[in-house]
């Protein structure tokens, strides 16, 4: 192959890239432009791409009319703690199951893989029941308790210190270092991108979460941002342009995390999708 | 050996054992103080759950009377529910078109990535980007997109000649297509990243041996490419089959389960049930029907697996 077709393929590839690129992205481009019109200028006839005036307004009007900065503190909390007694939980499980043997290892560990094939919806009735049971109904703490301890969580982490040398932790063991020490000062520093793998898809999953706080949050001031922007979307049907700002100020959160942190979003899908 | 020998032998054999079972036993109970802050809370909040709604969905209660046992009378009222059976119709048809779809997209584009070119990573950044995005503000400008009289989407097909373009999400007929777009331009990101690693897993020499002996690239498609990604076909295929059924979010913000039921699918109907109407051990019947979908799912493309993939 010479020099020239390969350069000629190149740019046929990057035109692909690019269109495919603007395709994919012209809702999110639609949804900036339309956050900064006015709620006539949403739907004019003949349509604009780009709003005819811009109206920053919007971006201040959002957080009087709904309660949005509220909203984002209860997905932030939400977000933060899930991920954080997570994090916690399934790196301390994790560790028995993959460097230690001890009786009903084994059993304990094959519940935990087959409870990962069982969707939440087959079992987020009786889920409900019992925290209600627990007068847990309507409380932040319901969803954290059942977001805290996943299988997938101690999937991942136990996945992670699997390629860890047993030698390691052995040798650490004979030097007398404790448990404690060797999950602290082995296992944890060298199983790092499984964990801020773990951070990621925790928190991503919670900020989004639509269903759960769905069916557990009533009240208006425990609501999180997804049910805060649905309620948005039902009280202002009118003001679209309004909506897209909220839209797009939800959004902020997790797309800087992926922007920063992509290498993290990609590989841990990879990984942990192919090995699951 | 003399006797001398022989007594320390099984003294310290015997103190040795001693201290071996010890040792299990305090092993055990550091293995445990590990493991008990999640399992508990795993035994409680999913297990526990998992464990009762099979049997939740022989009963019949709606939380205010008490429980009664019906026997197998909500699987013999899922027959006669009109409701249940167009939800379970809608997933199916949701499924049959997305599942393929997104497939093709998800592979489409990670060939196109597969290249060793500057900058790709953006553009992997950039297809990935929608599986990220939370799905009530996607859900609502794609709503603001399909809008039946003042969308875009409808303007260009008003200025490409199309006189009276589809109602979409408020039209029986086209809600569910719209739902179904959505949805692959969601998710193709997501499966393109795992046939990327499938990919990348292809070793270059059987491309260059191909090349060799002069296939072009059709052929070096369809006789290394997609015979070697069948493994990830496969496993893709499960996820995606599986993640249709459980389709619910998209549904809830952008069409409420409308126009009439035509987006009614499985897990909106089971919501329906235990959250509106308070039915809930019907509404663990219809989901455990799920449950023997998934499962049904998962064990078929297991034994198909089996049987037709390569794995070299």
Known sequence: MNSQTSSFKKIILYGLLIILSLIILLPFFWMMSSSLKTSQDVFSVPMHWLPEQVNWKNFSDIWTKIPLLLFFKNSFKLAIIITLLQVLTSSFAAYPFAKMKFPGRDFIFLCYVATIAVPWQVYMIPQFILIRKMHLADTHLSLILMQAFTAFGVFLIRQAYLGIPTELSEAARIDGLSEFGIYQKIMLPLSKPAIATLVIFSFVNVWNDYMGPMIYLNSNELKTIQLGLRMFITQYSADYNLIMAAALISLIPVGSLFLSMQRFFIEGVATSGLKG | ?312
């Open chain 2, 1 to 312: 050996m003399d006797l001398e020998d022989f007594k320390i032998l099984i003294e310290g054999g015997a103190g040795n054992s001693i201290t071996m079972t010890k040792q299990k036993v305090k092993n055990m109970a550091m293995a445990y103080i590990f493991l008990l802050p999640n399992l508990v809370g795993f035994l409680i909040f999913t297990l526990i759950p998992i464990v009762c709604s099979m049997g939740l969905s022989f009963m019949e209660w709606d939380s205010a009377n008490p429980m009664v046992f019906v026997g197998f009378e909500n699987f013999k009222r899922l027959w006669t529910d009109d409701t249940f059976k167009i939800s379970l119709w809608n997933t199916v048809y949701y499924s049959v078109f997305t599942v393929p779809l997104t497939m093709a997209a998800a592979l489409g584009l990670a060939i196109i990535l597969n290249q060793k070119m500057k900058g790709i990573n953006i553009f992997r950044t950039i297809f990935f980007f929608p599986h990220v995005a939370s799905l009530v503000a996607i859900a609502v400008v794609w709503n603001l997109l399909f809008h039946p009289t003042l969308g875009p989407v409808n303007n260009i097909l008003r200025f490409l000649g199309i006189a009276n373009p589809p109602g979409w999400t408020s039209s029986v007929d086209w809600a569910m297509p719209v739902i179904i777009i959505v949805s692959i331009w969601k998710s193709m990101g997501y499966y393109m990243i795992l046939y990327l690693s499938g990919l990348q897993a292809i070793p270059r020499e059987l491309y260059e041996a191909a090349k060799v002996d002069g296939a072009n690239s059709f052929q070096r498609f369809k006789s290394i490419t997609l015979p070697m990604l069948t493994p990830t076909t496969f496993f893709v295929s499960i996820m995606l089959t599986i993640a249709c059924f459980k389709v619910f979010d998209l549904v809830s913000v952008m069409t409420n389960g409308g126009p009439g039921r035509a987006t009614n699918v499985l897990v909106f109907n089971i919501y329906n049930t235990a959250f509106i109407n308070y039915e809930f051990g019907y509404a663990s019947a219809i989901s455990m029907i799920l449950f023997i979908i998934v499962l049904a799912i998962t064990i078929v493309q297991f034994r198909a697996e089996k049987k037709w993939v390569s794995y070299m």
